[in-house]
């Protein structure tokens, strides 16, 4: 059973970088899909980024392709998720979980982690 644990928000400010770890214990299968997503009080879980476990493959939200970038490390058994040029419009709680593809709805992922905050200052 796969489980994932995400790391590395924190408080930020504008313009800042950060860089957020998706932890995976368990055996992720060769068509897994990992994704991030963020949540915010006024947004339902907004998808941000995906890759395939088994190749680089990967599909992005257009409102932040190109300021973030998603790569996994297998030898680690992490999911990486880099911000740059964080804006206060990226605060948020985020998430990284499990799919069985390339998907941008949150409802077709599972075995969610418990979230990392993000919080950028202007």
């Known amino acids: 059973q796969v489980q994932l644990a995400e790391s590395g928000g924190g408080l930020v400010q504008a313009g800042a970088s950060l860089r957020l770890s998706c932890a995976i214990s368990g055996r992720p299968f060769s068509s897994h899909v990992i994704g991030w997503f963020r949540q915010t009080p006024r947004k339902e879980r907004e998808f941000l980024a995906a890759i395939r476990w088994s190749r680089d493959s990967t599909l992005y939200a257009e409102s932040v392709k190109g300021r973030f970038i998603i790569s996994r490390d297998r030898a680690e058994m992490m999911v990486n998720l880099q911000l740059n040029n964080l804006k206060s419009e990226d605060t948020g709680l985020y998430y990284c979980?499990?799919?069985?593809?390339?998907?941008?709805?949150?409802?077709?992922?599972?075995?969610w982690g418990q979230g990392t905050q993000v919080t950028v200052s202007s």
């Open positions: 979980a499990r799919a069985g593809g390339l998907y941008d709805d949150s409802y077709r992922y599972g075995a």
